[in-house]
């Protein structure tokens, strides 16, 4: 995932192409830590551009996976999609101690931006970034699941166990420990 910076002609460098999961050291982590799995390849399109003297790389990555839902812990598949806009801009050599620090000190990152040194842009860290930032925080294997029965466990989604009014004791219950708490 390397973008060499004389391949960025005048009229920008378009690229295509599908990169396995693995070659991605925290796309690699994450399913190894079982948290996703990857079934099928990156499928990354760019457009990089020079504006002077930075890097415009803008792009999308799209990928399927499979997590586990939050709430009922069965496994499902998920598209992820993203798309991207990113300014790298070349490093600022370290600057001497000068008299006004604030000045030294704005780098490409307090910019909002990336910062590249040489000829070669690595997208690496930008393309698993983007697929992580997809991914949902707590998944779901869809909007309106029900979850497992706090009781017996049973998957609400295959319909009502039986157990519905302990089930709502307990919610009420869960409520008044609400309202205690925030009143202090
Ligand atoms: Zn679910
Ligand atoms: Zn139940």
């Known amino acids: ?18 990169e396995a999961f693995d070659h991605f050291p925290a796309l ?32 999308s990555v799209a ?12 496994e499902f598949e998920q598209p992820l999609d993203a798309t991207f806009s990113i300014t790298y801009a070349r490093q600022l050599p370290a600057m ?6 604030a000045e030294v000190e704005l780098q490409a990152d307090d910019l909002g931006m990336l910062a ?10 930008t393309v698993q970034e983007q697929v992580v930032m997809a991914m949902p925080f707590k998944p779901l294997c869809r909007e309106d699941c029900q979850g497992l029965c706090s009781q017996c466990g049973a998957d609400l989604n295959d319909g009502d166990c ?21 009143t202090d």
């Open 116 to 125: 590249f040194e040489g000829d070669e842009i690595d997208l690496t860290e």
């Open 63 to 74: 990928t399927v996976v499979r997590l586990q839902c939050c709430r009922c812990l069965q």
């Open 96 to 101: 001497e101690e000068g008299g006004d620090g």
């Open 1 to 18: 995932m390397i973008i060499d910076l004389d391949d960025i002609k005048e009229q920008g460098l378009s690229l295509e192409l599908m």
């Open 28 to 59: 690699n982590e994450l399913q190894a830590d079982g948290e996703v799995v990857f079934l099928q390849p990156l499928d990354i399109r760019l457009m990089a551009r020079k504006f002077e003297g930075m890097v415009i790389v803008e792009g």
């Open 162 to 182: 039986g157990c519905r009014d302990q089930a709502m004791d307990g919610k009420f219950a869960a409520l008044k420990d609400f309202k205690v708490k925030k």
